[in-house]
């Protein structure tokens, strides 16, 4: 996660400067590094129906066919390579702190300031809750670009078990979020999320999730949204 909030120093043929991350070469099949570890986290809500992304900074068919998702749902030329259009719209999409532009870290963490006290580092669960913003960005843009009310998302031990949540709870990783209802129902906000690169959706018709929908990145998928037909 370090090369997403590292800066690369501009060279010919960068789309432009960028306050977050600037990428200084085309990327494309083949291509492995730390540039790469960066894209794949700002495309990783564009894996298709029921994929997941992996984050390993190296370019293989996966990635380039989520760029191409991502490449199709701005308007550009969706050829699976990113060069200076595919990262000016990136650009565009985030914040100075390398978050995406309608979300924030305060946004995904409402327990404490230092992201400490869960069930890993620090650093660790506030990676782990960019990398969920990222995809929150793109379930976001799916749905008409209306906003997404996120009611709960890093948990340290203390605010879990105030909460209520499990012992086990994604929240204590930073990789999970409780999204409440607004524009979209709760039940559209669980069906779109399959395409976005959740392994878990817990949402209406799950036991305690009536009011909210439930996104995390768990190992493995498990999808429960009875009311939902998922």
Not at 47 to 74: E, H, S
Not at 110 to 125: I, P
Not at 157 to 176: E, K, P, W
Not at 181 to 207: D, E, K, M, T
Request: hydrophobic share 35%; charged share 15%; aromatic share 8%.
């Amino acid at each position: 996660m370090t090369a997403s909030f590292g800066g690369v120093v501009a060279t010919a043929g960068t789309a432009q400067a960028d306050a977050c991350y600037t990428w200084s070469r085309t990327l494309s099949q083949g291509t492995t590094g730390a540039d790469v570890t960066a894209l794949q986290i700002r495309v990783a809500g564009y894996p298709g129906y029921g994929g997941v992304l992996a984050i390993d900074g190296d370019y293989g068919p996966a990635t380039a066919a989520a760029v191409k998702r991502f490449q199709a749902a701005y308007g550009l030329a969706a050829d699976g390579i990113a060069g200076p259009a595919t990262f000016s719209k990136i650009y565009a999409l985030q914040d100075d702190d390398c978050t995406p532009l309608h979300f924030s870290y305060a946004e995904l963490n409402n327990c404490n300031t230092t992201w400490a006290g869960g069930a890993v580092s620090a650093a660790t669960a506030k990676s782990n809750a960019l990398r969920t913003m990222w995809k929150l960005e793109a379930l976001r843009h799916a749905l008409g670009d209306q906003s997404i009310r996120v009611t709960s998302g890093f948990r340290s031990q203390t605010c879990n078990a105030a909460a209520g949540g499990a012992t086990t709870s994604r929240h204590l990783y930073g990789d999970a979020a409780d999204l409440g209802s607004g524009p979209h129902s709760l039940c559209l906000l669980a069906q779109q999320a399959r395409n976005h690169g959740f392994n878990g959706i817990l949402g209406p018709g799950y036991p305690d999730h009536g009011d909210h929908t439930h996104v995390d990145h768990r190992a493995s998928r498990f999808w429960s949204a009875s009311s939902c037909g998922i």
